[in-house]
């Protein structure tokens, strides 16, 4: 029995994600994936959060940590983010976060929250694909975020007009994005702010990264800079998110979201109607964890990290044909390649996956689905042995590719 004919017209903007699909390969022993935007487990903080689940089924602990608790999240935790975030360069009390089940929900509840059919989405050109399936659901427009643009707030506000709606926020991520690798400079944060202000739109920073850099200087939050400009996080229009999933672990499903007080009332009004909490145990053991661990868990990934990011970006150098460039992050987990023109990475997967490697085509990062000649590359989860083996592999299947293409044109 079909209920197709019942479904809602927004289901029509949903689709499997490429990402996940191509997870199932991780189960694929022959397989070197650079497919995956996944930590390596091997670097779980094991101990600590066996230790810290033990404590939370205590006699003393079990009554708060398997029953019911308050949307916002639990205290401990939200008073360990208000001192991490005072790193960052922003200072906030606990009523200005809430726990979320990893910052994926967060974007869902941010679409929910801000976008009305029509309303137009500012988003990077490619930008994370989960942000793209987190939105499409409440069928915004989209629209290219660059800081770089030469158009005047006023034409992006037409066109968003004109569209049917206005522009509603902004989304990036700052610091090592995903898929590029790419970090904006204190200058294009600036801009972005600044464009945020013209449009009167909300910014979303998605600061999934923001913890794992490998080269250069760490750059301020663009809510620390609004923060320093406004003097009051009360009155910024930056919306930030966290997540344990890239520093301690993502099967827990702990996130955060950092703003203003009527942001995070509102959201919690949104959690409530949706899964009333995220899981009190797991906020429990990350609260644990993280203050015990996480400032040396965290130097111990960006070790081991950036050594496989730099065996990447010498595999690359060593065995990419002439007309392969890419993108040299300091930080995050991928990097951003893209083929000659004419080239469809899809069709190089096939062939790539026959070779025994795997990566994630460009296109799918895309809000229209172009530069089909773009594809991501993850080394997080790779030995610097395996990504070099990897590397060479994908150089010879692209160079085979390179030369039939050359052939037809």
Not at 83 to 90: K, R, S
Not at 112 to 139: H, M, Q, R
Not at 365 to 390: C, P, Q, V, W
């Amino acid at each position: 029995m079909s209920l197709d004919h019942l479904f809602a017209n927004r289901t029509s903007r949903m689709s499997a994600s490429e990402i996940r699909e191509l997870l199932k390969l991780l189960d694929q022993p022959d397989i070197i994936s650079f497919a995956g935007g996944i930590p390596d487990p091997a670097y779980f903080p094991r101990a600590a959060f066996a230790d810290a689940m033990t404590a939370a089924l205590s006699e003393q602990s079990a009554g708060v940590a398997l029953q019911y608790s308050t949307s916002e999240g639990y205290t401990p935790l939200r008073d360990w983010i208000v001192a991490h975030m005072a790193t960052l360069g922003v200072p906030c009390s606990r009523d200005n976060i809430l726990i979320t089940a990893g910052s994926q929900q967060a974007l869902d509840y941010l679409g929910k929250l801000l976008i009305d059919k029509g309303d137009t989405a500012l988003v990077g050109w490619p930008t994370y694909l989960g942000a793209l399936g987190a939105f499409n659901a409440y069928e915004p427009r989209y629209d290219r975020l660059d800081p770089s643009d030469n158009r005047a707030p006023e034409q992006i506000a037409l066109a968003a007009a004109e569209a049917g709606g206005r522009v509603k926020f902004a989304y990036l991520s700052p610091d090592f994005a995903n898929p590029t690798g790419i970090t904006l400079t204190q200058q294009e944060r600036r801009t972005v702010l600044a464009r945020a202000d013209a449009l009167d739109c909300a910014v979303i920073e998605d600061a999934a990264y923001q913890s794992l850099r490998y080269d250069g200087e760490a750059l301020p939050a663009i809510l620390a800079m609004e923060i320093e400009q406004t003097g009051d996080i009360e009155a910024c229009r930056t919306i930030y998110l966290g997540s344990f999933s890239k520093t301690l672990a993502p099967g827990l499903r702990v996130g955060w979201v950092v703003a203003a007080k009527p942001v995070i009332s509102q959201l919690v009004l949104t959690k409530q109607a949706a899964d009333l909490q995220t899981a009190t145990i797991n906020q429990m053991a990350v609260a644990d964890v993280a203050e015990a661990v996480f400032d040396t868990h965290v130097k111990t990934l960006r070790a081991v990290y950036g050594k496989r990011m730099h065996a990447m970006l010498d595999a690359l150098s060593a065995h990419m044909p002439t007309g392969v460039t890419w993108i040299e992050p300091e930080g995050g987990m991928f990097v951003w390649v893209t083929l000659p023109n004419g080239m469809d990475a899809k069709a190089v997967l096939q062939d790539a996956l026959a070779a025994n490697v795997a990566f994630v085509p460009g296109g799918a990062f895309y809000a229209d689905g172009s530069n089909a000649n773009t594809l991501r590359l993850n080394f997080s989860m790779s030995s610097e042995a395996k990504i070099i083996e990897g590397i060479a592999r994908l150089g010879a299947v692209i160079c085979t590719a390179m030369g039939e293409v050359s052939q037809r044109a």
